[in-house]
């Protein structure tokens, strides 16, 4: 199993606040990787640093993003579109404000199957249908043509997830898809980006300040603090051995919460 995306040595700053500080990781072909820490240290500024979808006020000081062995970061805008919600796409925290409220969820789905490259509107509608069904929304006339604000949290992730796979992309980043979620819900989003990532061979990125919630179902997970990966390894490592202080505070705070 080769490497599919490494990060070497980025650095990423906020005047003089370095808020990524020579990060380092490397994401195998298939698997799910997880990278856990509390807010603020960095996470989802690495990821977006993949596709170069950085905050204006943030400074990339150094740094290589290799795709598939392409450098990311030395793309210009034009070549770099190609990956952005092509090979890599995205799913973020809140779907409610990456959906359009004003649009129904099969008019959005539609839209973007129709921005890559399909042009027939009848054949988006059965493409449409085909993906809600696959990330398991009932396709039925009354859910597509349903605004977002009609539908639960869980549905409305469901409807983001089902987006991110129009460009049947090779990377998928989730960053901190479940984090609005119930608990329930939260358990049944993760068993389908499992479901997906075994079905068309995906690659998972998968951020979390949430140890506990990757414990059964990550490859490897790396510990993020202040900027800095403190520790890193096989999932069933990082949990059975812990050789960090931050990621045994990390472990204790999942204990506790199991416990209450």
Known sequence: MGSLLEIQNLCISFGPFKAVDGVGLTLKEGEFFALVGE???GKTLTALSVTRLLPSAATLESGKVLFQG???LSLGEGALRAFRGGKISYVFQEPSTSLNPVLTIGDQIMEVILLHGRDDQKEARREAIVLLEKVGIPSTPTILEAYPHQ???GMKQRAMIAMALVSHPTLLIADEPTTA???TIQAQILELLLEMKRELSLTIFFITHDLGLVSAIADHVAVMQKGKIVEEGECAQIFSR???PYTEML???MEFKTLS
């Open 70 to 72: 392409e450098d990311l």
């Open 39 to 41: 807010s603020g240290s």
């Open 181 to 183: 979620l119930d608990v």
């Open 251 to 253: 472990l204790q705070c």
């Open 151 to 153: 539908l639960s949290g």
């Open 242 to 244: 812990p050789k960090h």
